[in-house]
């Protein structure tokens, strides 16, 4: 056996094993093929080079993808720890910088108050009705739509970001214009900026504030653009049956009942408007926002400011008498070698200052205060600066001459 051509056994197999005159099936030696325990080898080493590549692949990769793409994870996605680490670490929110509409709000919310009115009805009973305003000076003055106190037998402000109600007095009114201004008895509040509305563009940024539906949703903001500038807007007046032109701005931001005299804003944070929901209202059309534009309501400002004290309410309703020349009649224009253009007088009525001085039917009115008139309309336009009881020239024609009457404006009888 020490032979060593005995030192190598091929395919040898030992299937019965015996001892002691004893076999024993089932168990013995067998030499396995050498061939075969070499590729059983090389198998598990394929294996295990596949393996070892995967994980040295994966690891080489991560490495790559962390130094590469680290600044941009720092730049634009911020560690974003899920909400249990959040809840336990106190993770603070990410800080979003303000926009336009953001600083608006800011700065001019506090200007615009929230509105309330008592008015009496047919039967004596008051009724509550609500609006907005502007605060234009810090010594309490506010401009309002006129409809919003139409008839008011008290009217009452309250501040933004305040429970503190203040009983309002009355300064003036332009009916005709929709416009008045109201006073309560507070100092040092926040004012708005009027800005210029003849620079404002279609398409510009148009922010609305105000209190639509009533307190409970006062300093409400809305956002739009401006649709439509020098939008011409005639209405009937539902007290008198006259009909009256307005020049507004045209928007798509949502003005709703209450917006009424609050303030549209520009992304400056200038009053651009004063919201009218009243002009708007008889369209029915979502999408289509009126305001007063900020130029002609600061006009009527002046003139009330100039020639009114504060009135208590309470000694009498807010209503603002509407005056007149005391005529009818109709655009007229006579061709020849002077040619006359005005309003024909077809009526003049009795008792009324047109009658005292002196107009008469068949007369041709061409001025009204030193203003060329063609119209009706052209002459209520002029009367609107004007009150019960002021005085206006009126150039007439009259077979073949120009003579000037003087006449006292007296008040408009509601029918």
């Known amino acids: 056996m020490e032979n060593n051509d005995y030192k190598e056994y091929k395919d040898a197999s030992w299937e019965l094993v015996s001892r002691d005159g004893h076999t024993f099936e089932g168990t013995g030696i067998k030499f396995r093929n050498k061939r075969r ?62 926009n336009a509409i953001t600083k608006v709000a800011e700065t001019v919310g506090p200007t615009v108050v929230g509105i309330s009115n008592q008015v009496e009805n047919f039967f004596g009973e008051r009724t509550n009705g609500s609006g907005s305003g502007i605060i234009f000076d810090k010594e309490g003055y506010i401009v309002t739509n006129y ?37 309560i008895d507070a100092q040092n509040l926040p004012v708005a900026k009027f800005g210029d509305s003849s620079k404002v563009k279609v398409g510009d940024l148009a922010i609305a504030i105000g209190n639509p539906l009533g307190q409970e949703f006062a300093g409400s903001v809305t956002a739009g653009i401006i649709s439509a500038v020098n939008r011409e807007i005639q209405m009937q007046d539902s007290t008198t049956g006259r009909v009256v032109k307005y020049k507004v701005l045209q928007t798509d931001a949502a003005i709703n009942p209450g917006n009424s005299g ?21 369209y029915g059309a979502e999408g289509m926002g009126f305001a007063i534009n900020i130029n002609d309501a600061n006009e009527i400002i002046k003139n009330i400011m100039g020639n009114n004290e504060p009135i208590d309410i309470s000694k009498g309703t807010v ?3 509407r005056v007149m020349l005391g005529i009818s009649g109709r655009t007229a224009v006579l061709e020849g070698n002077d040619k006359i253009s005005g309003v024909y007088v077809d009526e003049v009525s009795s008792g009324t200052g047109a009658d005292k001085a002196g107009i008469k039917p068949s007369d041709i009115i061409t001025e009204v205060d030193g203003n060329k008139v063609e119209s009706i309309q052209d002459v209520q336009d002029i009367l609107r ?31």
């Open 147 to 183: 409809h919003v106190i139409q008839g008011a037998a008290k009217v009452t402000v309250k501040l933004a970001n305040s429970d503190k109600v203040f009983t309002a007095k009355f300064v003036g009114a332009e009916p005709n214009r929709d416009i008045a201004v109201i006073k």
């Open 262 to 282: 609050g303030a549209l804003v520009n992304e400056a944070g200038e009053i651009i408007g004063i919201n009218s929901l009243k002009i708007g209202s008889q």
């Open 385 to 415: 600066k004007y009150k019960v009881g002021d005085v206006v020239t009126c150039k007439v024609w009259r077979n073949g001459k120009n003579i000037d009457l003087k006449v006292t404006l007296t008040e408009r009888k509601t029918e």
């Open 37 to 98: 325990n070499g590729a059983v080898r090389g198998f598990f080493k394929g294996v295990a080079f596949i393996l070892i590549a995967a994980v040295s692949g994966g690891a080489t990769a991560a490495y790559i993808v962390d130094k590469k793409y680290s600044n941009l994870t720092n730049t634009y996605v911020p560690n974003n720890p899920s909400l249990i680490e959040q809840k336990n670490n106190n993770t603070p929110t990410a800080e979003i910088p303000k």
């Open 319 to 321: 209503d603002v008498p």
